[in-house]
């Protein structure tokens, strides 16, 4: 009965949702602006070319050509648009959807796509012609290293919303760390970088200032005085106005007609701070050009739909996009800093703030990568130590405040408050406890914060709610006491700034929660202490009982929110109103796919899909009442898609988010929020019992080695850890590092990771919480070898090489020969190289791409620098590994003692 009931629902829905567009090329008949060449010729489109517009699309072909006197890439042919190596097409897709499947033919139509793909192996992005996914761009390029393929017709179905955290144009994952192995080209400025539009990673030798960083760090925009620039793709750094970056590293892309850049986010390190840059006051007569920094005084802020409005000032107008999401509301007589920008070779302007309120705020920077890290008792020991690596606090914490962005967090412990500044990815309430969380100490403008380790900020504990204390203005109030003021007022306001006094007594107060805050009489506000500059003022977290954000107290049993959620019935009824930050509970009961010529359809036995759940109320007999909920990238798509974890479905769950319509039925879309019943479903795990069968099966899933390995090395950052465990040896990578250090000769049990690849190196991408501590054991021993018989992850010793073509940074192609041949040499673990002859090299074989590597930990001169122990040393032994860490006794291998390199067999 079941089957028969979602068999009939699925046929309902079918005709009900919502129809994707789909829009065709056809190469062999149509040119789309190109120029079809037949015979003999060496032409090639021009890197940047964009087909004429089909359907709002925007497809721009790249040769990425580096040598013109050898030239290949993309060419419009009688059977086709044809590809060959180095070939790409950017397929983007209109403002306000997204791309659901591509597919195409081959030459005239018929016949197989082959070596077309997203990434290095082909056939795991095309399916049969096909691509399907979730992106706002996609890229393909030619794989192959010979001959071409033509594609004669590409068809590009298109469904509605761009795509929170989707595939940015010109990227490619792969679990590395984004760092290029090769020796990069490089231009001075970022004028010269767009002249060059470089398709392969090139630095900017030059400085550049950062003047805007979106809340979200996918896009930041720099200026070096001889242009502008977009970067576009999530960086792990936030950035101030004013913070200087020196090195970066990227490709040129475009989105829309938008230049860009594709950062190699490894290169987008710690800032020096430097001089604000000031916006150019600017009038809508004047030419906007892209990425230019302005104000505009006395517009107004018309025709608001969506994310979309106009700016105007009664003669001349411009169309603005709410690409950061400040909420545009209709305004008058405003006053605006933008960005300008570029969609579709129409103006526009993204809006940065509106009559001065700020968006993304100066982000201090982030912590450390974690380890086995140093801990205190609680938020006094904590200021006390101000500690610059990340510190564990052992005790309980309590929230007492957070802003709605979340990036304004306070705490209490009772013996001290402290404000943590950095976006977490859980949203807090008053009450809400926190155990064993980790940060270093920071401050701003005098603020003692705490920047957060923000994987250590899980699921709150529910406590009992902080009240605020009642204070009079002629009280002291310290930095982050949470207090309640009565029968004050509220004067001299100016945009974030204010005044609030009890006629005898006054402190300066600021906006720092985007209240809107108003002249008032006779008010009870809510604030926390704060200090800028030496001078007191306060946060107002609400005015006369009135929430942040300037609207109506919201009663927190109001249906609607966590409390008192909709049902599933009840939402349906609203008919997606678009209302934000609304609860809604329902039993998880399957997903909704993307069906060709169909659109979006449910299905409760078919869970391929991971960014979106549906809830019922019941988990039988519902028919079409349900409500499709958008699970964002990040820690809400990996914790309820079913995907991942099959088992959470027929679970119960309340979440909050934005009611709007979302795959054709009602939705939560935006979703920030959630709570489960019963807890999440385990994430199913696998088992093997070796490394070699592990890397034999290539398990993409997570799996268990349920025996024991080795670590023979890991790196400084502890982003790369090699193992061993008598079978095979293999490189783990944790893009943020393992929580643990470990030395050669540690032992494991019961890892847990999935198989990948990185540009041909085999490695595991770790379940990190199942790297516990260590039990020490016996310190692997390199195998003496020659460079001709290293293989990767192989640990080894090479004797008597030569170490040539080291450049001044270091980052370039490094030789290391041997009697056997040569290969490249590259620092991967930054313990700098020059040039030298007949040394002795400890290192590990690697891959990269189609070179064989050899990534060294210790270079030493083959004649001298190591000795064997001859006599025992005198009184107390200073001992240290070759990774700096100081040792109990000494080691088999190569140990530091009292300074001297000693090898102990």
Excluded at 547 to 559: C, R
Excluded at 664 to 691: H, M, Q, R
Excluded at 791 to 801: E, L, S
Aim: proline share 4%.
């Amino acid at each position: 009965m079941k089957k028969l009931l979602l068999s009939f629902l699925t046929v309902i829905l079918s005709t009900v949702l919502m129809q994707a567009q789909e829009v065709t090329y056809d190469f062999v008949n149509e040119t789309y602006g190109l120029t079809r060449l037949s015979g003999n010729t060496s032409e090639y489109v021009a890197d940047g070319t964009a087909l004429t517009e089909n359907g709002g699309i925007i497809a721009t072909l790249k040769n990425n050509l580096s040598d013109a006197t050898n030239a290949s890439g993309v060419r419009l042919w009688s059977d086709g648009l044809r590809f060959y190596k180095g070939g790409t097409i950017t397929i983007a897709a209109p403002e306000g959807k997204h791309i659901a499947k591509i597919t195409m033919t081959g030459a005239k139509g018929t016949g197989t796509v082959a070596n077309i793909g997203t990434s290095a192996d082909a056939s795991s992005n095309l399916t049969d012609g096909t691509w399907t996914g979730e992106a706002n761009s996609v890229c393909f390029y030619y794989t192959a290293t010979s001959k071409n393929q033509a594609i004669g017709t590409m068809t590009v179905t298109l469904a509605d919303g761009e795509v929170e955290g989707g595939e940015e144009p010109g990227t490619g994952g792969d679990g590395g760390d984004g760092g290029d192995d090769t020796e990069l080209p490089t231009v001075a400025s970022l004028t010269d970088f767009i002249a060059a539009a470089p398709t392969t990673n090139t630095k900017i030798t030059g400085t550049v200032t950062v003047y805007y960083q979106s809340p979200d760090k996918r896009y930041t925009f720099i200026t070096d005085g001889t242009s502008n620039l977009q970067v576009y793709g999530s960086l792990t750094n936030a950035y101030n106005n004013g913070d200087q970056l020196t090195g970066i590293v990227g490709t040129m892309s475009a989105y829309g007609g938008m230049s860009q850049m594709v950062p190699d986010v490894a290169s987008f390190g710690t800032a020096t701070a430097g001089t604000p840059v000031e916006p150019k006051t600017v009038t809508l007569a004047e030419e906007i050009a892209p990425c230019d920094y302005v104000t505009l005084t006395g517009v107004n802020i018309t025709e608001v739909s969506g994310k979309n409005a106009t700016i105007t000032d009664g003669t001349n107008s411009i169309a603005a996009y709410d690409r950061f999401a400040i909420t545009l509301t209709a305004t008058e007589n405003a006053t605006i800093v933008a960005i300008g920008a570029v969609y579709n070779s129409n103006k526009q302007l993204y809006i940065v703030s509106v009559n001065g309120g700020e968006q993304g705020g100066e982000d201090p920077g982030t912590g450390g990568d974690g380890g086995e890290l140093p801990t205190v008792a609680s938020l006094t020991d904590f200021i006390a130590a101000a500690p610059t690596t990340n510190t564990k606090i052992t005790g309980t914490v309590t929230v007492y405040y957070q802003s709605p962005d979340k990036k304004y967090t306070f705490i209490t412990d009772g013996t001290s408050n402290l404000q943590v500044y950095g976006s977490l990815t859980n949203a807090y309430n008053n009450g809400d406890q926190l155990t064993g969380i980790v940060g270093t100490m920071g401050a701003y403008g005098g603020m003692s914060q705490m920047v957060p380790d923000v994987a250590s900020f899980g699921t709150a504990t529910v406590g009992t709610p902080v009240e605020p204390k009642t204070v009079t203005l002629a009280e002291e109030i310290a930095p982050c006491d949470y207090v309640t003021l009565t029968g004050v007022n509220i004067t001299e306001v100016s945009g974030k700034n204010a005044t609030i006094t009890d006629g005898t007594n006054s402190i300066a107060a600021y906006d720092r929660f985007a209240i809107t805050l108003t002249a008032t009489e006779n008010a009870t506000i809510v604030a926390i202490g704060a200090v800028f500059n030496s001078n007191k003022q306060l946060y107002i977290v609400s005015v006369n009982g009135g929430e942040q954000g300037g609207e109506d107290p919201v009663d927190p049993n109001a249906k609607g929110q966590e409390n008192n959620p909709y049902t599933v019935e009840e939402a349906i009824a609203l008919g997606n109103p678009g209302t934000t930050a609304q609860w809604v509970t329902g039993m998880i009961v399957g997903v909704m796919n993307y069906v060709e010529g169909t659109g979006n359809v449910f299905s409760a036995t078919e869970l391929t899909t991971n960014s979106n759940i549906v809830i019922a109320s019941t988990t039988e007999d519902f028919g079409t009442n349900i409500v499709a909920v958008q699970l964002p990238a990040g820690k809400i798509r990996e914790d309820l898609n079913l995907v991942d974890r099959p088992g959470n479905l027929g679970k119960e769950v309340s979440v909050c988010g934005d009611l709007i319509k979302y795959c054709g039925v009602t939705g939560v879309k935006n979703t920030t929020n959630y709570t489960i019943v019963g807890g999440l479903a385990p994430l199913p795990v696998g088992e093997t019992e070796s490394l070699t069968t592990f890397v034999e099966e290539q398990f993409s899933v997570n799996t268990k080695i349920t025996g024991t390995v080795t670590v023979y090395y890991q790196s400084p950052d502890k982003k790369y850890t090699f193992i061993t465990d008598g079978t095979t040896n293999l490189e783990v990578y944790a893009g943020g590092g393992l929580p643990y250090a470990y030395v050669n000769g540690d032992q494991l049990t019961g890892i847990i990771g999935k198989f990948s690849y990185y540009q041909n190196m085999p490695q595991l991408t770790p379940q990190a919480d199942s790297f516990g501590e260590p039990t020490p054991g016996t310190a692997v021993q390199p195998v003496e070898t020659t460079l001709a018989t290293v293989q990767p992850a192989d640990f080894v010793m090479i004797k008597n090489a030569t170490i040539t073509s080291v450049t001044a940074d270091n980052k370039t192609t490094i030789t290391v020969s041997d009697a056997s041949g040569s290969r490249i040499l590259f620092d991967r673990f930054a313990i700098g190289v020059t040039d030298a002859t007949n040394v002795n090299i400890l290192g590990i074989g690697a891959v990269f791409g189609e070179d064989a590597q050899l990534f060294p930990i210790e270079i030493t001169p083959a004649t001298d620098g190591i000795n064997e122990i001859t006599t025992e040393t005198n009184g107390k032994a200073a001992i240290y590994d070759l990774q700096g860490r100081k040792l109990n006794a000494p080691v088999r291998g190569i140990n530091i003692i009292n300074g001297r390199k000693v090898l102990v067999k």
